[in-house]
């Protein structure tokens, strides 16, 4: 258990819809960052905040969405919700801006657009 | 722009061998190197890093890697794989700079074992 947690754990929903993952971080990281995993693109970094503020963005669509909270859980918002937007969704946590480079990850959301 | 090429997509080892997974990587300056596992239906599980210093790097589960800057090679291995060792291995690259520091994967390496 990495300490790092994401509701839900699976979604299903429609083309053209919008949903909201939901990460809480270790105790004590500061910082979160989204990633993407799928089987054409595999595995790509979204996002990233540390300590509220957006520090980092990799290919994250217009459509999605993210922000960090005042008690530092983060959630991605996806809009307009197509087929290929199917995949898993991670977020990770680390300890600070340069304190600790590792990232931990938690268990992931899959989500499954029909 | 960093990038990490794992060449291996599959293997498959029997159980008591040794296993060896490759890692290459593209960055320009001192690159920060993870191994994360993955077993089915499950997150990323960090195995080991490499910051500095010495280029051999321990981790768990009696996994161990080095670092060859003259190769931009971080290769994985594990002198006996258990059953439990089936699960996808990726490496990565962490790009460390003050504006955040995100992780570039590789494609990943699917680790079969045979009884």
Redesign the interface.
Same mark, same amino acid.
């Given at each position: 258990d990495s300490g790092v947690t994401q509701t839900p754990k699976h979604l299903i929903t429609a083309t053209g819809q919008r949903v909201t993952l939901r990460c809480s971080p270790r105790s004590g990281d500061l910082s979160v960052y989204w990633y993407q995993q799928s089987l054409d693109q595999g595995l790509q970094f979204l996002i990233q905040y540390y300590n509220g503020e957006e520090r980092a963005k990799g290919n994250i669509l217009e459509r999605f969405s993210a922000q960090q909270f005042p008690d530092l859980h983060s959630e991605l918002n996806l809009s307009s919700l197509e087929l290929g937007d199917s995949a898993l969704y991670f977020c990770a946590s680390s300890g600070g801006q340069s304190s600790s480079y590792e990232q931990y990850f938690g268990p992931g959301t899959r989500l499954t657009v029909t | 722009a960093q990038s990490v090429t794992q060449p291996d997509i599959h293997i498959t080892v029997s159980e008591g061998a040794s296993l060896e997974l490759r890692c290459n990587y593209s960055y320009g300056a001192t690159p =920060?190197l $993870?191994w =994360?596992v993955q077993s089915p239906g !499950?997150? +990323? !599980?960090?195995l080991l890093?490499y $910051?500095s210093g010495d280029t051999l790097v321990q981790g768990i589960k009696g996994f161990e890697a080095e670092f060859k800057r003259s190769q931009s090679s971080f290769n994985l291995r594990k002198p006996s794989v258990h059953w439990s060792d089936a699960a996808e291995y990726?490496c990565a690259v962490?790009e +460390?700079? &003050? &504006? %955040?520091?995100?992780?570039? $994967? %590789?494609? %990943?390496t699917r680790v079969l074992v045979k009884p």
């Open positions: - | =920060y $993870f =994360y !499950q997150g +990323l !599980q960090l890093k $910051f990726f962490g +460390l700079k &003050a &504006a %955040g520091n995100k992780l570039t $994967f %590789g494609g %990943g």
